[in-house]
Every structure is written in structure tokens, then in C-alpha cells.
């Protein structure tokens, strides 16, 4: 009987030291570094897209610039789409991590 009664707390304090081993926090590094790249690439997708839509605004200002000096339509027209097509090129190694 005595020795039941010496047991009975050592078993209950063992439980509930148990209990708040599993539940306390986990370190986990492969989530964050996952997190990590993950903003990474969103960083980049967002890199290029402010670079494509400054090319385009480049470009709108070019190709108004061009007619006012009295170009041709088709100077102007290629004007443009060389501007566009270079902020392309500066948005692709933006995302491909080249710059």
C-alpha cells in the first residue's frame, strides 16, 4: 500500500512533463528556408515587373518625343518596340538573377 502511494505522484509528474515536452515549439529550417526563396523569386517576379512597365512608359514618352520632332510612323513605330524590347531583356535578367 505504501508503495502506491509514493508511485502515484512520481507517475503523474512524469505525465505531465511529458505533456509539455511535446508541446513545446520545434525549430524548423526547412520551412524557412523555403519561405526564404520563395520571397525571393516573388522579389524578382516583382523587379521585372516594375522594369517592364517603366520600358513601357519609356517607350510612350519615345515614341510621343518622335512624333513631335516629325519622324516617320513606321521610325517612330520601331522606336518603340526597340525601347520595349530592351526592357524586356533588362526584365528577363532581372528574373534569371544575371543582375
Same mark, same amino acid.
Given at each position: 500500500?505504501?508503495?502506491?502511494?509514493?508511485?502515484?505522484?512520481?507517475?503523474?509528474?512524469?505525465?505531465?512533463?511529458?505533456?509539455?515536452?511535446?508541446?513545446?515549439?520545434?525549430?524548423?529550417?526547412?520551412?524557412?528556408?523555403?519561405?526564404? /526563396?520563395?520571397?525571393? &523569386?516573388?522579389?524578382?517576379?516583382?523587379?521585372?515587373?516594375?522594369? @517592364?512597365?517603366?520600358? !513601357? +512608359?519609356?517607350? $510612350?514618352?519615345a515614341k510621343d518625343e518622335c512624333k513631335d520632332s516629325g519622324d516617320? /510612323?513606321?521610325?517612330? &513605330?520601331q522606336e518603340n518596340r526597340d525601347t520595349k524590347q530592351g526592357a @524586356?531583356?533588362?526584365? !528577363? +535578367?532581372?528574373? $534569371?538573377?544575371?543582375?
Open positions: 500500500m505504501r508503495a502506491k502511494t509514493l508511485i502515484r505522484p512520481f507517475v503523474s509528474i512524469l505525465a505531465l512533463l511529458g505533456i509539455v515536452v511535446m508541446c513545446a515549439p520545434v525549430a524548423v529550417f526547412a520551412e524557412t528556408q523555403g519561405m526564404e /526563396r520563395r520571397d525571393d &523569386r516573388r522579389d524578382d517576379r516583382q523587379g521585372a515587373r516594375d522594369t @517592364r512597365q517603366e520600358g !513601357r +512608359d519609356e517607350a $510612350r514618352d516617320s /510612323r513606321s521610325e517612330c &513605330r @524586356r531583356e533588362d526584365a !528577363r +535578367d532581372i528574373k $534569371r538573377g544575371d543582375r
